[in-house]
């Protein structure tokens, strides 16, 4: 007898008769597809994203992420996705037909919710006219432009392929496009003033989008940067910009409501806030990273990296295209959730860590006490959420919950 059909309310938790808990609902899915193809390796950048010699063979890669979904349904079945994100690499670089044909699979195959938000990322310098309303008319009603700096000389020193007026037209082209448009920023760029930074900013909230991703430049292994690192800013200054950035936007009525995110009242991105609130996402397509829950296990999966053998993989049908597949240990859960969730800047409620890892929050009651003790981890009965000093040094919040 399962915990539904004798009485109890979905989402509670019980103790199976192996003696280990078990969830008894399924939190929120969202998908995520990845598109590995740039025009041009950014020097700062480690995602799994792959310079393009030549056209991006579109009709084998569409194969190859049906192959990739039909072999994930029976993980997923009957659930409904309440939320898309087409990511890269640069999915702007896709075809009108090519975004067409995607969209159509993922309605053919999986129960979206009417009203699912579907994000597609995009690259000014890939602009073509009238491509984000086609991509609209096929479904996308989110566009997230890269805009990283709007500043000609910062743009060049990021190897970025566009220049402030291509960020400007991509904006407008997208908000003619989608009710919803985010834009990234990033700040502490390679000579970068406060001014600079600032001015970035303005021209930023001067177009009314209701979303705004702001990055910190960070140099990360294996790129260029890391290599043949830039002057970029002292931590003095790159503090003051952060201080900056969120109180200007905060008068603007953008509120951060995550590290690097503000929005608009409900307009937050419900594909991000699904992953920080512990939620589960499937994702395909090549390096794609998924978190799927089951009654009795949460499975972390990664798809094989590099795009040619994802495709030749998927294409065999067979799982090989599964770089990593495994259980999330249970020493790990508590972990794994408070690294996502405490990043909100609301939390999450308390009842949610029960609900998606499986454990009683007492399995972490020693270290919410010693966080909560240290002025990290806000007592609120009611919400897992830090305080402004635990937010501010989150990772000295987030080692108390190491496993
Ligand atoms: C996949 S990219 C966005 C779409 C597209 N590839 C582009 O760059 O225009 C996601 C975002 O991550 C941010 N990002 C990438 N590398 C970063 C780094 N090393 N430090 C901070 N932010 C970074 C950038 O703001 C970038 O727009
Ligand atoms: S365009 Fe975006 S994904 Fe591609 S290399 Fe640059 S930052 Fe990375």
Known sequence: MDATSEGRKPGVVSLDP???????????LSVYVHVPWCVRKCPYCDFNSHELAGDIPEDTYLDALAADLEQALPQIWGRQVISVFIGGGTPSLLSERAIDRLLALLRAYLNLLPDAEITLEANPGTLEAGRYASYAASGVNRISLGIQSFDDVALKALGRIHDGRQARAAIESAQTAV?????????????QTLQGCMDDL?????????????????LEPNTVF???????????????????????????????????????????????????????????????????????????QARLRN???????????????????????????????MLNALRLKAGVPRTYYMERTGQPLL?????????????????????????????????????????
């Open 18 to 28: 192996r003696g280990r808990t078990i969830l008894s609902s399924l939190p929120p």
């Open 179 to 191: 009710g919803r448009v985010n834009l990234d920023l990033m700040f502490a760029l390679p000579g």
């Open 202 to 218: 303005d021209q930023a909230m001067s177009f009314g989008t209701d979303h705004l991703s702001v990055y910190h430049l960070t």
């Open 226 to 300: 890391a290599k043949y690192p830039p002057q970029l800013p002292d931590d003095d200054l790159s503090a003051a910009m952060q201080e900056d950035i969120a109180g200007r936007l905060d008068t603007g009525g953008w509120k951060r409501y995550e590290i690097s995110a503000y929005a608009q009242p409900g307009q937050q991105c419900r594909h991000n806030v699904n992953y920080w609130e512990f939620g589960d996402y499937l994702g395909i397509g090549p390096g794609a990273h998924g978190k799927l829950s089951f009654h009795d296990r949460i499975l972390r």
């Open 307 to 337: 795009p040619r053998s994802w495709m030749e993989k998927a294409m065999r049908r067979d799982g090989s295209h599964i770089a990593e597949q495994k259980e999330i240990p249970w020493r790990e859960l508590g972990f794994e959730f």
């Open 363 to 403: 399995a972490v009651a020693g270290a919410m006490e010693r966080a909560t003790a240290l002025g990290l981890l806000d007592p609120d009965p009611v919400a897992l959420r830090a305080t402004d000093f635990g937010w501010r040094f989150l990772n000295d919040l987030l080692a108390e919950f190491l496993p």
